[in-house]
Structures are given as C-alpha cells and as structure tokens.
C-alpha cells in the first residue's frame, strides 16, 4: 500500500504552511504525500515512544537533543530560504546535536539521527524515498524499525553516503552509533507487546 499524493503539482514549505492541520504531509522533491489516515498503531506508538525515552534520558543534562513526531524537518538543497524549500520530513523520533538548527518552526538541516518505525502504509515510503532523502541531506544515521520483524535496519552515512546497512535483531540493545554510550533496549518492550501475528 503506498502513500496517497495530495495533487500531481510540485509545492513548497511556504505552501505547506497554508493547509489545513487536520492533515499530515511530507514534501519530497515538491511533491506532497498524504501522511494520515490511518492513524499509527499501538504497537508502532510503542516503539516509537520507547525509543524517545531511552535516549532522552541518555541526553540528559548533554547538548544534544530528541524530538517525537510530528516535527518538521526542513532539509534545503542549498541555501534557499524557508519557503523555498521543497522537502519536509517528520521522522518519527530524531536526534539534532547542532542546536543552531532548531528554531520554532522545528529543524531546518540534516538530524545526526532519523528513526522511522515501519508501519504497512509507510514502509515503502521510508525505505525508498526518505533514505535517499536523508542521504542527500548528510542525515550521519538513519534507522529503520521493523516492529513485526523485530529488526533494526541502520545506515551510517560515509563519504556522503549510506553503505550497505547493519540489521539487528532485537535480542539485544542496538548501539546508537552517532551517540557514544547510547543504546536502545528492548526486552522490555517486547515483553509487553502481544506477540506478532504470524
């Protein structure tokens, strides 16, 4: 199943800012795709907040800090100004180091880090689209949670690009690698999800 365009026109974040909020969008390359309905399940809420607050209290007191979707990620091409950017992201969790990148509207720059947990609607969308957007972009790690697989998918950005990806199952923490010291448990969190359906 893969995510609806809102039109065959190509937009910009000045344009993104005029519609209405019932609606979630992302930009890619000007064009938009309709983020909801559905709503995300339970279980990729779960992982999604978990993931958050492992890292927010690994951040604790240190320069670097999380966000949750929904956020906007401005991600320019070049220098072109705000409403001439023509890609918007909202990872799912993120990670900026460089605070200068945070202003009110959300991130304008490439995160150290993107987390996107899979879901049926989105997983084409994530895999494809946003890791080359996020590559483009100089994104340093990018993660793809699989919740009914209960693997991780990392890439790690060298020489501008993400090589071929590790892939970790859940039966131990994951390392955060842009994050010395940080890693994402998961027994507990698998403890108290139900079971995947096979």
């Known amino acids: ?10 937009h ?9 909020d019932e609606r979630r969008y992302e930009l ?5 795709y309709c983020m909801v309905p559905p709503a995300p399940t339970l279980e990729h809420q779960d992982f999604a907040g978990e993931i958050y607050r492992q890292i927010a209290n690994a951040l604790q007191g240190k320069p670097c800090r999380v966000f949750i979707a929904p956020l906007d990620v401005r991600l320019p091409k070049a220098d072109e100004t705000d409403e001439r950017v023509d890609t918007v992201v909202q990872p799912d969790v993120l990670v900026v180091c460089q605070t200068g990148k945070l202003d009110r509207r959300g991130v304008r720059g490439a995160p150290d880090l993107a987390v996107e947990v899979l879901s049926p609607s989105t997983a084409s969308h994530d895999h494809l689209r ?11 790690e990018y993660w793809l949670v699989h ?5 991780v998918t990392v890439y790690r950005l060298a020489n501008g ?19 010395p010291g940080v890693a994402i448990a998961w027994e507990g969190l698998l403890q108290r999800l139900p079971q995947p359906e096979d």
């Open 1 to 10: 199943m893969a995510l609806a365009r809102r039109d065959d026109d190509l």
């Open 147 to 151: 919740p009914t697989d209960r693997i």
């Open 12 to 20: 910009t974040y000045a344009e993104y800012l005029t519609w209405p």
């Open 130 to 140: 946003k890791r080359r957007v996020y590559e483009r972009a100089g994104v340093r």
């Open 161 to 179: 690009e993400f090589g071929k990806p590790d892939v970790f199952d859940m039966s131990e923490a994951t390392p955060v690698g842009v994050l």
């Open 28 to 32: 890619i390359d000007g064009v938009a």
